[in-house]
């Protein structure tokens, strides 16, 4: 039985009583730790529930009528908070899959029950229908924590004292977010932070925590003080959800492709594009949180592409298109608000959707822009379809070619189907020989897209580097600013005139510190420009060099230190691929035979053993002195590469080298069987 190892209760109200009543509801309670009933009352208050729930902590609550315990989903919500954590489970049904009487379970279950069950026993049947896996867990909060910190009293009007007092919550507020940010980082807990900047600090920050917050409690506990407040409370559920206690299946139909332009904030806002630029849902609204925003979307579909309107991406936009697996499209710089304007009202001139407010217009501009940026690939995959008289699902050709694969390709693996056999002897053998060459291209194709997506992950990974120096760079500036506030507060004439001469020494002390500490924090960010410089100029490299490699202008070589076991397996090796080993010496069989099964193509190197080149050279990999390419080497950007043709050219004369080699030997060697067949027949 699926649940007989767990603690259950089970509860029924008594007769005569009501939750919506006055007077306090009564219950029958039982809870089973197995098959053993470890408690049991015929009649028990809400109060007394919560300490037998307290002392005896059981993993799930049973219950024929989740009204029985509170009228409404907000009442039920609130009497939930009171309670230790457990699943509620209601045994009879769910609004959207039925509901049947608890007896009828009872008997098709063949669980015994008398005629009339009372309360009691009809809590016990609860618990044994719990333990065959019978019954919906019912949701009723989020596995998310909302931490929301702000002032605990309003500023109020006037005064000297007014612009102290904000100065100061501002830079408390911004302490004590930073202090949660480490805590949750500490204890690798996800979560997004939305913000609202204040002159000197924060004027209130909300955490929106992937956790639930039991575990939160543990570590971060809500607070009331004088100058700031922090809540720490679940998040519920806008509506109840009954979760089946055993897994049902779930005949989905195929997913919509989506285009999802996402606008992060304390308001955030939402739009959605298909492949066609069909708008599809516009929305915003306050403290989104991200499993609503992905819940939200996923309804509707799956986002191909996540979209943003600002450069560098925000990290709310970035982890929701990892949940995705989508592509994100930025643009270079942050678009204007005028630039967006244009797009949204061209693009709804002879609409009657609306935009009501910048949030939504924002999320819509970038969608759109995303999508114009393809709307000429689209209608040439129209145009080529046409042309090629294939039937190929459309949306399936547009999402590939999103991806980075050409029209060609993306129709070529949609549409490669073996095809079968014919009734003759020679067509079938002419059709066996394409398929295998039609798989073998395939092959190739996919070697060749790995090949390019890890450079795009390579890249992708630079960037994210770069967005990271970038915040760091930012927080650094926040640090000055308020290093420059501070140093202003302690140099103002009202200060001087309520100190003495020795709280001014000790203040211009202060001052000289904070120019010094200004004064690093300024090196700091100079250094942090120009990792950033450095980052964006490798990128513009790696990217050139990426589209030489495609053109079939260059190859680009495999660095390896030198001919060890360890080495080659901290190299990603592809078929095909040439190898420049630094240092060949003091490699064996072994590790030849790895380099052999990878099929690599060709080694550079020196000072290779003789086994190790015979090796190579009977398995057809060809070995060229470093001397020959030496001056023909390129290194840009820590990679290394040579000109396609002239590496050509050195693969060639060395294979024709080899080749004669071979030849002398060969002729070297039957010249030597002659020899000693003459010699033997003389002195026979």
């Given at each position: 039985?699926?649940?007989?190892?767990?603690?259950?209760?089970?509860?029924?109200?008594?007769?005569?009583?009501?939750?919506?009543?006055?007077?306090?509801?009564?219950?029958?309670?039982?809870?089973?730790?197995?098959?053993?009933?470890?408690?049991?009352?015929?009649?028990?208050?809400?109060?007394?529930?919560?300490?037998?729930?307290?002392?005896?902590?059981?993993?799930?609550?049973?219950?024929?009528?989740?009204?029985?315990?509170?009228?409404?989903?907000?009442?039920?919500?609130?009497?939930?908070?009171?309670?230790?954590?457990?699943?509620?489970?209601?045994?009879?049904?769910?609004?959207?899959?039925?509901?049947?009487?608890?007896?009828?379970?009872?008997?098709?279950?063949?669980?015994?029950?008398?005629?009339?069950?009372?309360?009691?026993?009809?809590?016990?049947?609860?618990?044994?229908?719990?333990?065959?896996?019978?019954?919906?867990?019912?949701?009723?909060?989020?596995?998310?924590?909302?931490?929301?910190?702000?002032?605990?009293?309003?500023?109020?009007?006037?005064?000297?004292?007014?612009?102290?007092?904000?100065?100061?919550?501002?830079?408390?507020?911004?302490?004590?977010?930073?202090?949660?940010?480490?805590?949750?980082?500490?204890?690798?807990?996800?979560?997004?932070?939305?913000?609202?900047?204040?002159?000197?600090?924060?004027?209130?920050?909300?955490?929106?925590?992937?956790?639930?917050?039991?575990?939160?409690?543990?570590?971060?506990?809500?607070?009331?003080?004088?100058?700031?407040?922090?809540?720490?409370?679940?998040?519920?559920?806008?509506?109840?959800?009954?979760?089946?206690?055993?897994?049902?299946?779930?005949?989905?139909?195929?997913?919509?492709?989506?285009?999802?332009?996402?606008?992060?904030?304390?308001?955030?806002?939402?739009?959605?594009?298909?492949?066609?630029?069909?708008?599809?849902?516009?929305?915003?609204?306050?403290?989104?949180?991200?499993?609503?925003?992905?819940?939200?979307?996923?309804?509707?579909?799956?986002?191909?592409?996540?979209?943003?309107?600002?450069?560098?991406?925000?990290?709310?936009?970035?982890?929701?298109?990892?949940?995705?697996?989508?592509?994100?499209?930025?643009?270079?710089?942050?678009?204007?608000?005028?630039?967006?304007?244009?797009?949204?009202?061209?693009?709804?001139?002879?609409?009657?959707?609306?935009?009501?407010?910048?949030?939504?217009?924002?999320?819509?501009?970038?969608?759109?822009?995303?999508?114009?940026?393809?709307?000429?690939?689209?209608?040439?995959?129209?145009?080529?379809?046409?042309?090629?008289?294939?039937?190929?699902?459309?949306?399936?050709?547009?999402?590939?070619?999103?991806?980075?694969?050409?029209?060609?390709?993306?129709?070529?693996?949609?549409?490669?189907?073996?095809?079968?056999?014919?009734?003759?002897?020679?067509?079938?053998?002419?059709?066996?020989?394409?398929?295998?060459?039609?798989?073998?291209?395939?092959?190739?194709?996919?070697?060749?897209?790995?090949?390019?997506?890890?450079?795009?992950?390579?890249?992708?990974?630079?960037?994210?580097?770069?967005?990271?120096?970038?915040?760091?760079?930012?927080?650094?500036?926040?640090?000055?600013?308020?290093?420059?506030?501070?140093?202003?507060?302690?140099?103002?004439?009202?200060?001087?005139?309520?100190?003495?001469?020795?709280?001014?020494?000790?203040?211009?002390?202060?001052?000289?510190?904070?120019?010094?500490?200004?004064?690093?924090?300024?090196?700091?960010?100079?250094?942090?420009?120009?990792?950033?410089?450095?980052?964006?100029?490798?990128?513009?490299?790696?990217?050139?060099?990426?589209?030489?490699?495609?053109?079939?202008?260059?190859?680009?070589?495999?660095?390896?230190?030198?001919?060890?076991?360890?080495?080659l397996e901290s190299v990603e090796l592809f078929p095909n691929d040439v190898i420049y080993m630094l240092d060949g010496s003091g490699g064996g069989s072994s590790t030849a035979e790895?380099?052999?099964?990878?099929?690599?193509?060709?080694?550079?190197?020196?000072?290779?053993?003789?086994?190790?080149?015979?090796?190579?050279?009977?398995?057809?990999?060809?070995?060229?002195?470093?001397?020959?390419?030496?001056?023909?080497?390129?290194?840009?950007?820590?990679?290394?590469?040579?000109?396609?043709?002239?590496?050509?050219?050195?693969?060639?004369?060395?294979?024709?080298?080899?080749?004669?080699?071979?030849?002398?030997?060969?002729?070297?060697?039957?010249?030597?069987l002659v020899s000693d067949y003459r010699k033997r027949k003389d002195t026979s």
């Amino acid at each position: 039985m699926p649940m007989l190892s767990k603690v259950i209760m089970g509860i029924d109200i008594l007769p005569m009583s009501s939750s919506s009543s006055k007077r306090k509801p009564k219950y029958a309670a039982i809870i089973f730790k197995e098959e053993k009933i470890i408690f049991k009352d015929e009649e028990i208050t809400l109060r007394k529930l919560n300490k037998v729930l307290t002392k005896y902590k059981p993993d799930i609550l049973a219950t024929d009528n989740i009204w029985e315990l509170a009228p409404t989903q907000e009442s039920l919500q609130n009497l939930m908070k009171q309670f230790p954590p457990f699943k509620l489970v209601q045994v009879t049904g769910s609004p959207s899959q039925g509901m049947q009487p608890v007896h009828k379970l009872a008997r098709r279950c063949g669980i015994h029950l008398t005629s009339h069950p009372t309360p009691i026993e009809t809590a016990e049947i609860c618990v044994r229908l719990v333990q065959i896996g019978i019954g919906f867990e019912v949701a009723l909060f989020e596995k998310e924590t909302q931490i929301r910190i702000s002032r605990t009293r309003n500023i109020g009007p006037g005064g000297w004292s007014q612009n102290r007092y904000r100065r100061h919550s501002h830079a408390v507020i911004l302490q004590s977010t930073r202090d949660i940010q480490t805590q949750l980082d500490e204890q690798g807990i996800e979560y997004d932070l939305s913000v609202r900047k204040a002159d000197y600090g924060l004027d209130k920050s909300v955490f929106t925590v992937y956790a639930a917050v039991s575990d939160i409690l543990s570590f971060i506990k809500s607070y009331n003080g004088s100058t700031i407040q922090i809540k720490v409370t679940p998040i519920k559920k806008k509506e109840m959800e009954f979760i089946p206690l055993t897994a049902q299946e779930d005949e989905s139909p195929p997913l919509k492709s989506l285009i999802v332009g996402v606008d992060p904030g304390t308001t955030t806002g939402i739009a959605i594009l298909d492949l066609n630029g069909k708008i599809l849902a516009l929305r915003s609204g306050k403290d989104i949180s991200r499993r609503d925003l992905i819940r939200y979307i996923a309804k509707l579909g799956s986002a191909v592409m996540i979209c943003s309107d600002v450069s560098p991406l925000p990290k709310y936009v970035e982890k929701v298109a990892n949940t995705f697996n989508s592509i994100i499209f930025r643009p270079r710089k942050s678009l204007k608000v005028s630039e967006k304007q244009e797009l949204v009202n061209n693009y709804l001139q002879n609409s009657k959707r609306k935009v009501s407010d910048a949030h939504i217009r924002d999320s819509l501009a970038c969608a759109l822009k995303a999508y114009f940026s393809y709307q000429n690939i689209f209608e040439k995959i129209q145009k080529r379809i046409r042309e090629m008289n294939v039937d190929v699902p459309l949306e399936k050709v547009k999402v590939l070619v999103m991806r980075g694969y050409s029209i060609y390709d993306a129709i070529s693996i949609l549409t490669f189907k073996p095809e079968e056999k014919e009734e003759e002897t020679i067509l079938e053998q002419t059709q066996h020989t394409d398929t295998d060459r039609v798989k073998e291209l395939n092959e190739k194709i996919y070697l060749l897209i790995d090949k390019n997506l890890q450079l795009k992950r390579n890249f992708d990974d630079l960037h994210t580097k770069n967005v990271k120096l970038e915040e760091e760079l930012e927080l650094q500036r926040i640090k000055i600013s308020e290093s420059q506030e501070r140093l202003e507060t302690v140099r103002s004439k009202s200060f001087y005139r309520l100190r003495g001469e020795r709280l001014i020494r000790a203040q211009e002390k202060e001052i000289n510190h904070l120019r010094k500490v200004i004064s690093e924090l300024k090196d700091q960010i100079t250094t942090l420009e120009n990792q950033i410089s450095k980052l964006e100029r490798k990128s513009v490299i790696l990217e050139e060099l990426e589209r030489q490699r495609l053109a079939n202008k260059i190859i680009i070589l495999k660095v390896v230190e030198n001919f060890s076991k360890e080495c080659l397996e901290s190299v990603e090796l592809f078929p095909n691929d040439v190898i420049y080993m630094l240092d060949g010496s003091g490699g064996g069989s072994s590790t030849a035979e790895q380099l052999i099964n990878n099929e690599i193509s060709a080694i550079i190197t020196n000072t290779l053993s003789h086994n190790a080149y015979e090796q190579f050279k009977n398995s057809g990999i060809y070995v060229i002195p470093t001397e020959e390419i030496q001056k023909d080497l390129k290194i840009r950007a820590g990679i290394y590469y040579l000109d396609k043709k002239i590496f050509d050219q050195k693969l060639k004369m060395y294979k024709q080298r080899q080749h004669e080699m071979s030849r002398q030997e060969a002729e070297s060697w039957l010249q030597n069987l002659v020899s000693d067949y003459r010699k033997r027949k003389d002195t026979s």
